[in-house]
């Protein structure tokens, strides 16, 4: 797959971005505050409702009762990822008049999110949109909620396929999986980033002679148990048997999970660099990713990092212009994909749903109206695993030619 098409097609789109983004600033992860925007109801609203949303706890409604409210649940508060999410998905609903509210538990754990449901569910809301923090557990409320009427779409991290709609997919699993490991691989040898954007025929030119010493990937994740992050390994180690690897990357991921918290993330990739076995880090985390680049900057590391993270908040460990030397950095390039329109993807297959017009199985579809840059779009669910799934996107590669244009965006 050759990602600088990918990139040149989707930029005009991405360029919407800028217009209203709601997010976190902090020096690490960015879990800890949010950055007001510039303009009112399309930048989120106001201070106070900027303040809700750094809590978790945002309603869109100036009424206490959620009746009929569109929840949207993250994996947990603090989290600039989630919050980009319900920001696209916020908007959407607005847009089709409708009042979409954002909970999400103080800690990244089943229990945590499986109480919190059983609140919504009572309070009688329309629909509930959720970034899982397990595979199982949920089953006895998500059937409380089939029994009450109110439909789940998973997003980011699936949902049991036996009690969802559909699962909002933000790109390929396997092309995720694939390009974080290209990705390691080629950062490790000192490649960068390649202008045609094909990393495999590059990662393929770089091993063919290549004779040194097996090349080590690192992994640092959310939580052992999270349904996302775990297919993305799974998916690495696919990638890693491709016989192109062999004898000279191993086939063996060192992984360590942060949990998506702060301080537990930098402690795991400070483990990294006290062992020093690894070449790369790959965090297919926002929060791990900015974790490790603030340790691997502050203990002067030779472990160079990849993964999946936001621009700004990676500005600091990674290059910023054309002209510069990635690999003085911590992070050469590193990916993402457009969280906001993930999230907007999410509200319209919801209302989508509720009005009969998309019930979910594969080949079912539903027409998503213009937003912002994107225009009104046909999305088709398709088969995935046990249960279907709708393709949003395509991995984005940031990198030293398009850095200093995202900072502000995303």
């Known amino acids: 797959m050759k990602m600088e098409d990918n990139n040149m097609k989707k930029v005009r789109r991405f360029l919407a971005l800028g217009l209203c983004v709601s997010m976190v600033l902090g020096s690490l992860a960015g879990c800890s505050s949010t950055k007001p925007t510039a303009s009112g109801s399309e930048a989120g609203g106001t201070a106070e409702t900027q303040a809700a949303k750094a809590d978790g706890n945002t309603s869109g409604g100036s009424s206490d009762s959620l009746e009929g ?9 603090g ?3 989630g919050d980009l999410m319900f920001e696209g998905f916020d908007e959407y609903m607005k847009g089709e008049g409708q009042n979409a509210v954002y909970k999400s538990p103080a800690e990244t754990t089943v229990a945590a999110q499986v109480q919190l449901l059983d609140e919504l569910i009572t309070q009688k809301v329309a629909s509930i ?3 899982t923090n397990g595979d199982t557990g949920y089953d006895e409320v998500f059937k409380k909620a089939k029994e009450a009427g109110i439909p789940i779409t998973s997003i980011d991290s699936e949902a049991n396929p036996e009690y969802r709609v559909t699962h909002i997919n933000q790109a390929e699993v396997q092309d995720i999986g694939s390009n974080l490991v290209q990705a390691g691989v080629l950062i490790t040898l000192g490649v960068d980033y390649p202008e045609d954007g094909d990393m495999k025929a590059a990662v393929t030119k770089a091993l063919s002679d290549y004779s040194q010493d097996e090349i ?5 994740s959310a939580s052992i148990d999270t349904p996302v992050q775990n297919s993305w390994i799974a998916a690495m180690e696919k990638e890693l048997a491709d016989p192109v690897y062999a004898g000279k990357v191993s086939p063996d991921l060192d992984k360590k999970y ?17 062992e020093n076995k690894v070449d790369c880090i790959i965090s297919p985390t926002t929060v ?10 502050s203990a002067n590391s030779k472990i160079k990092l990849t993964g999946l993270g936001l621009p700004s908040e990676m500005q600091s460990f990674m290059p910023a212009k054309a002209d510069e030397d990635a690999f003085a ?41 213009a937003f912002r840059d994107y225009p009104e779009e046909k999305y088709e669910a398709y088969q995935s695993g046990d249960g279907t799934a709708v393709l949003a996107g395509q991995p984005y590669i940031f990198y030293k030619e398009n850095m200093v244009e995202w900072i502000s965006k995303l």
């Open 69 to 77: 409210s569109h929840v949207f649940m993250f994996k947990s508060t």
């Open 79 to 81: 989290n600039s990822f």
């Open 129 to 131: 949109t959720i970034s």
């Open 216 to 220: 080590k990937l690192g992994v640092l």
């Open 258 to 274: 942060g949990n998506d918290d702060l301080t537990e993330s930098t402690t795991q990739a400070q483990a990294f660099i006290a």
């Open 288 to 297: 791990g990713i900015a974790a490790a680049g603030q340790s691997l900057k």
């Open 329 to 369: 950095y911590v992070c050469p390039y590193m990916m993402l994909w457009d969280v906001i329109h993930l999230g907007a993807v999410a509200a319209a297959s919801t209302l989508a749903s509720l009005d009969k017009s998309f019930d979910g199985k594969a080949g079912s579809s539903f027409t998503m109206k």
